[in-house]
């Protein structure tokens, strides 16, 4: 069973960072991606960045060059920095760990990013 612990999100004002942390615990899984998604009501869950153990890491085009996606397999741990915010980047974002040897994908419980003036 893995637990996931996101942390970071806020209120931001256009143009402003903010610094999303997802670490993840248990025992007995291995970790093959972290990524986050993002949502918003009404719509699908979408991929925002995804870093695939032994890949590249992927970003929606919507956020390249703007979002770095970090990865600390050591810790367990994947962090999303988000540079000039722009209001439609506002969601609840999601960490996601991908363990090949699970049934499922695991989820954190969400995180709250809001860019408003």
């Known amino acids: 069973q893995v637990q996931l612990v996101e942390s970071g999100g806020g209120v931001v004002q256009p143009g402003g960072s903010l610094r999303l942390s997802c670490v993840a615990s248990?025992?007995?899984?291995?970790?093959?991606?972290m990524g986050w998604y993002r949502q918003t009501p009404g719509n699908e869950r979408e991929l925002v960045a995804v870093?695939?153990?032994?890949?590249?890491?992927k970003y929606a085009q919507s956020v390249k060059g703007r979002f770095t996606l970090l990865r600390n397999s050591a810790k367990n741990a994947v962090y999303l920095e988000m540079n000039n915010l722009k209001p439609e980047d506002s969601a609840v974002y999601y960490c996601?760990?991908?363990?090949?040897?699970?049934?499922?994908?695991?989820w954190g419980q969400g995180t709250q990013v809001t860019v408003s003036s």
């Open positions: 996601n760990v991908v363990d090949p040897g699970a049934k499922y994908d695991y």
């Open positions: 248990g025992s007995g899984f291995r970790i093959n991606a």
């Open positions: 870093a695939p153990l032994g890949s590249s890491t």
